[in-house]
């Protein structure tokens, strides 16, 4: 029978400090608590099903949880998170209708000792990406993470390292990796029809306002389990003025936009490149412009990666975009998205699901689009059932690839020195589509009126980097890779 909203959220919040008081966390209205290790959380059990648990759900992990209820071939059997009332949220938004609730649970080590789970979605805060991605493969779950994949430039790497020795599936959640319309696009960027492409660009023109400045610490939301919150962290509470979201903004925790949005644009470069390892050199100048905050990553970054025979530019903006930038391209103006320049033409992908190519004069070669985010959970659910991670779009070791282009570029950002603009580093300087990038930057500075008085411009370290070790010649950089995990929560290294 329908039960009533108040029933509903009374019976939400009473699984959830059920499962804090280390009670069964699957109770259901009129029907006695199950055990949490038992299958799924009282529903009755379709052995064709992928039994999967989303873990984080206070941002993109709520769209998880929405992709997996519309997957036919999936059951989500539990939902994790340190934070009880996002579990109240979406049970409201969802479950409403339904006496029998995916299980809450609160720690994420519970939840993997259940053998009734399969697979888990991951979208926590970034710095407990790869070790709980490693935890769920250890207990003989596949893993579907968000980006990047990491926190640092070592965690990608142990966490691929992990993966093949146990044969696990794990994707990282770059969603246009399998939109129909971006997978016809970088067909036609490899195909050789725009020929030789050697400069790719990965562009984040996406306004972040301030978080605030603020003396005291972040108000810990009731029932939250802050020493889980920190995880490998530190487990001090931050200086700012909200817990949730704001992370990212926040080294010890976050990457900045440089790992939080361009992790998509930098994965579909890097593949329109064809580049299977780290670059040869790195550098990146920015800072976090325009206003004095809490945050302590930049918002504004120009990154440069050099392989022998081809160029990355990230470009990533937070400030407002006051004046259109085109980069003399046709299509435009641009936002979020890539440009991969080749010898006979170029394509812009404007978006996560759509590209459209031009020649040099102009003239539109190609278009395409189409997709949307179910088929990237779909394509992890192709693979969980072949056991084949050559299935996976987005397999674990292009995600590291991908997401440790952020973190190079951070690691340099992190050694720079405050500049005044106007101030280049030589490396690549002689490229004319770096000489436009640095332009544009310049001027976009000059157009939001940024203070270097005040908010000061940093000039990265210049990185060389041994694709092979994937380790710097730089000391102090090579330390930058990795980072101090808190007792209890250390990376296990293969």
Request: proline share 5%; hydrophobic share 35%; net charge neutral.
């Amino acid at each position: 029978m329908p039960i009533s909203r108040r029933d509903f959220v009374e019976t939400a919040l009473t699984l959830a400090a059920a499962s804090l008081a280390g009670m069964p966390a699957s109770t259901s209205v009129g029907a006695e608590a199950e055990s949490a290790s038992s299958a799924g959380s009282g529903r009755s059990r379709d052995m064709a099903k992928i039994r999967v648990a989303t873990i984080g759900v206070n941002g993109q992990g709520a769209a998880h949880v929405g992709e997996w209820l519309a997957n036919p071939d999936v059951d989500l059997v539990a939902i994790c998170d340190v934070d009880p009332s996002a579990y109240v949220r979406l049970c409201e938004k969802h479950f409403k209708d339904s006496l029998h609730p995916p299980a809450y649970v609160q720690d994420v080590r519970r939840l993997l000792d259940r053998k009734d789970i399969d697979a888990v979605s991951i979208a926590t805060p970034n710095h407990w990406h790869a070790l709980m991605a490693i935890w769920a493969m250890q207990s003989g779950k596949d893993v579907y993470v968000e980006k990047p994949c990491s926190h640092n430039v070592e965690e990608g790497r142990v966490m691929t390292q992990w993966a093949r020795k146990l044969g696990r599936m794990c994707q990282m959640g770059v969603q246009s990796r399998s939109m129909t319309g971006m997978r016809q696009t970088l067909d036609f960027v490899r195909s050789g029809k725009i020929g030789d492409v050697k400069v790719a660009r990965a562009m984040c023109y996406k306004p972040r306002p301030s978080i605030g400045l603020v003396d005291t610490h972040a108000p810990i939301p009731p029932g939250l389990d802050f020493d889980l919150w920190a995880g490998p962290a530190p487990a001090e509470v931050p200086t700012r003025k909200k817990l949730h979201y704001d992370w990212h903004w926040n080294h010890v925790t976050g990457n900045g936009d440089l790992g939080n949005q361009n992790p998509h644009e930098l994965d579909k470069a890097r593949w329109g490149l064809g580049k299977q390892e780290l670059p040869k050199r790195v550098v990146s100048v920015g800072g976090r412009l325009g206003y004095i905050d809490n945050g302590d990553t930049a918002n504004s970054q120009v990154t440069i990666f050099q392989w022998d025979d081809a160029l990355l530019i990230s470009d990533v903006r937070g400030l407002e975009i006051k004046s259109p930038v085109t980069f003399g391209l046709k299509a435009g103006p641009l936002r979020t998205g890539n440009i991969w320049y080749g010898t006979k033409g170029y394509v812009v992908s404007p978006s996560y699901s759509s590209g459209v190519a031009y020649d040099l004069d102009g003239n539109e070669l190609g278009k395409w689009e189409g997709g949307s985010y179910q088929l990237h959970f779909a394509n992890f659910v192709k693979a969980i059932k072949s056991r084949n991670h050559k299935d996976l779009h987005l397999d674990i070791e292009d995600g590291h690839l991908s997401s440790a282009l952020a973190h190079l570029g951070n690691v340099s950002w992190t050694l720079g020195q405050a500049v005044p603009l106007g101030t280049r580093r030589p490396l690549a300087a002689n490229d004319k589509h770096v000489a436009d990038t640095w332009d544009s930057f310049e001027a976009y500075c000059k157009e939001d009126n940024v203070d270097f008085a005040a908010t000061k411009l940093t000039l990265g370290r210049e990185l060389a980097i041994d694709p092979k070790t994937e380790r710097s010649t730089d000391a102090e950089a090579n330390r930058l890779f990795t980072r101090e995990y808190r007792k209890g929560f250390e990376l296990p290294r293969v």
